[in-house]
């Protein structure tokens, strides 16, 4: 089994930033492949970002340029920073984790494991 929890979420103007965490454990982290997923009210549950275990990144289209998913096998924590932030970016948002030997993937059905979600709001 996989814990991951989720934090740096919050309250941020239009404009700004922030830096959402998730730590893993219960498993060697660097086997696994992460992703970022969110879900606004009334929508469905959308990608957002994943990364490999070789550290190949991808980003949803509406984010690409803006947040960025890196990784810290170090610290068993996967990052998500997210810039220029919009009010459509306001969502509860998920780390996910895979246990994927090779790539990522888009699709949320496919990840194992889910933290509980961290709010973000972005005010206009």
């Known amino acids: 089994q996989v814990q991951l929890v989720e934090s740096g979420g919050g309250l941020v103007q239009a404009g700004g930033s922030l830096r959402l965490s998730c730590t893993a454990s219960?498993?060697?982290?660097?086997?696994?492949?992460m992703g970022w997923f969110r879900q606004a009210p009334g929508k469905e549950r959308e990608f957002v970002a994943a990364?490999?275990?070789?550290?190949?990144?991808t980003h949803a289209d509406s984010v690409k340029g803006r947040f960025a998913i890196s990784r810290d096998n170090a610290k068993n924590t996967v990052y998500l920073q997210m810039n220029s932030l919009k009010p459509e970016d306001t969502a509860v948002y998920y780390c996910?984790?895979?246990?994927?030997?090779?790539?990522?993937?888009?699709?949320?059905?496919?990840?194992?494991?889910w933290g509980q979600g961290i709010q973000v709001t972005v005010s206009s």
């Open positions: 219960g498993r060697t982290f660097s086997t696994l492949s």
């Open positions: 996910a984790a895979q246990n994927r030997v090779q790539g990522t993937t888009r699709r949320d059905y496919e990840y194992d494991y």
């Open positions: 990364i490999s275990r070789y550290y190949g990144a």
